[in-house]
């Protein structure tokens, strides 16, 4: 009988394997399949009594329905069921680790819940009066605060919803200032080509040229580059630091000079200050905008498409622009929207959305920043690149680094070299992680690096769960050299769903649901 790592048996004896017993159900042991609620709700069923209403005269005249509206119906313990089922399915890191890189996946601790749902934050609706909401706009104005002491900078923005969100704020602040000094003709923006493609799409999206700039072997970007590619058209660089690969951008000062001296702007992806805080300030890098996101670097962790927040915050050259709205302090907290009085200077570029922000989001961040203080934060960007290099020195024997052993920040990047001949591939060997239990690695990004797999393990993982991470790829490398390509090619064998072929959903998605016939009897 073989045994697992903790020295429990992996099988009850050599029976017969999981396929060769399919269930009835479809279930697996106790994890239960679990239909669409369309499937398995009915019509005719409700959980609660509700009285038969009084007959009125319809007013709609032909429009009136004539049939049942087809809503499906549960029983009240069908429907806790369904959605406590669902909510199993999930995967994240309170369930284990969850090695995404350029994601922070962030420890989110229950407190920042409890703040975030006390009723005064909770609660409060975008179009009170501001009298009635003057402690949530004292937690806004104090977060930035906060956002601007730990940046360096003077100026933030914080109603953009998410990192890309505010990537198009900061761009939009770089461009107003262009045209407010007659240099809206500057149309080129400068992106590295391990760029995120947000970066590209932002800046095209308001009508940027982009013109890439080559990294360098040691996976920087080097600032004689950066010259090479500068000229009077060039309105500003858009540079990640760290960057994707996860290496410190080395030249970054000399590189924000060569930009302002060639009178373009600096705006950097923020997306991996979890790696920094509390270590070095964008502001005094020379950077001129840069998007946070709180949703990766102060909890709240993200996934299934939010919930996001991307303050941006802006150097003294960009911060007239500061979009609506803002709050000024003076007696109390006011807003500042569309048509109310400016001080002097102040040129807001529009507005990035309805309302002030994600105040959830922003309550949660607090929460975490306070709950750490100073030092605390400082802590945890210095475990994320202990954690991410422990990692990567655990594993350098046995998978290849595409920029040589150098340390990396808060992610430890590896290539697909060491799988060649193999007949393994990066996907392969990610599918294989999901029968160990881990969600995958980000994959085949960035794009410069070839089979990429970036690993980040996040700083709030212990040395026992890290150890028993290294331990589980270990086991998979060696297995993918012994030639062990089974394992890897079918993988995943043990979740409830194995490959799903991600193109043909993507490319012809089946959008309506149509009734499957009923339950065939066992004995057919
Ligand atoms: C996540 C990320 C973004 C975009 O942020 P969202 O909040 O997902 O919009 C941009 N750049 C990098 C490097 C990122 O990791």
């Not at 003077?154 to 704020?169: C, F, I």
Request: include cysteine.
């Amino acid at each position: 009988m073989s045994m697992n790592t903790q020295g429990r048996p992996t099988s009850a004896g050599e029976t017969g394997t999981a396929a060769a017993h399919p269930t009835f159900t479809g279930n697996k042991a106790l994890q239960i399949e679990e239909a669409l609620i369309f499937e398995i709700g009915r019509p005719e069923v409700s959980g609660v009594d509700i009285p038969e209403p009084k007959k009125v005269k319809s007013r709609l005249g032909k429009l009136a329905r004539d049939e049942a509206i087809g809503l499906p119906g549960l029983t009240e313990p069908e429907a806790m069921r369904h959605y406590v089922r669902l909510s199993q399915k999930n995967f994240g890191i309170d369930t284990g680790l969850f090695p995404l890189g350029s994601c922070t996946m962030k420890h989110n601790a229950r407190l920042n819940e409890k703040m975030a749902r006390l009723p005064g934050f909770g609660d409060v609706h975008p179009l009170q009066p501001v009298s009635t909401v003057q402690g949530a706009l004292q937690l806004i104005d104090t977060l930035a605060h906060y956002l601007k002491e730990l940046t360096g900078m003077p100026a933030v923005a914080m109603s953009p919803k998410a990192g890309a969100h505010g990537e198009l704020a900061g761009m939009m602040a770089i461009k107003a200032a262009l045209e407010a000094k007659g240099e809206g003709h500057r149309k080129i923006v400068l992106v590295p080509e391990s760029a995120h493609g947000t970066n590209p799409a932002t800046a095209a999206l308001i009508g940027f040229e982009v013109r890439s700039v080559p990294a360098q072997a040691d996976g920087t970007v080097h600032v004689s580059d950066v010259k090479a590619a500068l000229g009077p058209e060039v309105a500003a660089i858009m540079l990640t630091n760290p960057n994707t690969c996860g290496i410190f951008e080395k030249e970054i000062v000399q590189i924000a000079k060569a930009i302002h001296d060639a009178g373009a702007y600096f705006y950097c992806d923020g997306a991996n200050f979890n790696a920094i805080v509390g270590k070095a300030r964008p502001g005094d890098l020379g950077v001129d905008a840069m998007h946070i996101n709180l949703h990766k670097t102060f909890s709240t962790p993200h996934g299934g498409g939010g919930p996001g927040s991307g303050p941006v915050v802006l150097s003294e050259r960009l911060a007239a622009f500061v979009p609506y709205p803002f709050i000024r302090v003076g007696k109390g907290y006011a807003l500042v929207e569309e048509g109310g009085k400016l001080a002097k200077g102040e040129q807001p570029f529009g507005r990035m959305s309805a309302f002030h922000g994600q105040m959830g989001m922003f309550v949660r961040a607090m929460a975490y920043m306070l709950s750490h203080g100073a030092d605390g934060m400082r802590l945890a960007s210095e475990d994320a690149v202990l954690n991410a290099n422990y990692i990567r020195a655990s594993l350098a024997d046995l998978m290849s680094l595409p920029f040589g052993d150098q340390p990396c920040m808060h992610e430890a990047l590896f290539d697909d070299d060491w799988l060649k001949n193999t007949g393994v591939s990066t996907l392969d060997f990610a599918k294989a992680m999901i029968d160990e239990g881990y969600h995958p690695m980000t994959m085949y990004f960035p794009l410069v690096v070839h089979g990429a797999m970036l690993i980040e393990p996040t700083e709030s993982e212990s040395k026992a769960s890290l150890d028993l991470f290294i331990a589980a790829l270990r086991d998979l490398a060696m297995a993918a050299k012994r030639g062990d390509v089974d394992r890897f090619k079918g993988a995943p064998y043990h979740a409830p769903r194995r490959r799903l072929d991600e193109t043909r959903a993507a490319r012809t998605p089946i959008l309506r649901w149509t009734k499957p016939a009923p339950y065939a009897e066992a004995a057919e």
